[in-house]
Nanobody, 117 residues
Framework: QVQLVESGGGLVQPGGSLRLSCAASGFSFSSYFMRWYRQVPGKERELVATISREGDSTWYVESVKGRFTISRDNAKNSLYLQMNNLKPDDTAVYYC??????????WGQGTQVTVSS
């Protein structure tokens, strides 16, 4: 079955960096657009970034442009989110998801990112 497993979260000081990973299995990873979302307790899940099947097209929410980079390695069935110059407002649980018919379908369990001094 489809499995998405995020990792790489943690506690980081403002201005620091983290690299999130999402290991995919149980489906043809290279056939799907992929997304990163994030969610703060009490708020709706927010779309952070999207990447095309071959990784040649990306999209970011305005608040992370220039700081975050989404990428993928289809040979390794892996999705990544490089996060630089982190801010306290980036604190959230981050999720990877498959995109099917323009909607997220499969989700990982999430990884916590906390930006605090």
């Amino acid at each position: 079955q489809v499995q998405l497993v995020e990792s790489g979260g943690g506690l980081v000081q403002p201005g620091g960096s983290l690299r999130l990973s999402c290991a995919a299995s149980g489906f043809s990873f290279s056939s799907y657009f992929m997304r990163w979302y994030r969610q703060v307790p009490g708020k709706e899940r927010e779309l952070v970034a999207t990447i095309s099947r071959e990784g040649d097209s990306t999209w970011y929410v305005e608040s992370v442009k220039g700081r975050f980079t989404i990428s993928r390695d289809n040979a390794k069935n892996s999705l990544y989110l490089q996060m630089n110059n982190l801010k306290p407002d980036d604190t959230a649980v981050y999720y990877c998801a498959t995109l099917v018919l323009s909607r997220p379908r499969d989700w990982g369990q999430g990884t916590q990112v906390t930006v605090s001094s």
